[in-house]
């Protein structure tokens, strides 16, 4: 039982890592512009919400495609 919850742990915090790069290459690939020289606060704000967004996103399709991979292997 111990082996799961380690192995489980260790795929949540590698899951998280992954995340972050693909949430930047999220934000990359939205190519965000300001009508201004800098980002003013809402506008700051408003990419710190997309980030998020791209993270959770992320996560979740890290662990779907685990459940997968681990399906396939499973039957196989």
Partial sequence: ??????????????SSVISLFLAF???FMLDLTSSQGSLNSIEKTFVVQLY?????????????????????KKYI
Avoid: H
């Avoid at 039982?1 to 380690?6: L, R």
């Avoid at 998020?52 to 396939?72: K, N």
């Fill in 1 to 14: 039982m111990k082996a799961t919850i380690i192995k489980e742990l260790f795929w949540l915090v590698l």
């Fill in 25 to 27: 290459i999220f934000l």
């Fill in 52 to 72: 998020l967004i791209g993270w959770f996103i992320s996560l979740i399709s890290v662990y779907i495609f685990r459940i997968i991979t681990v399906a396939i």
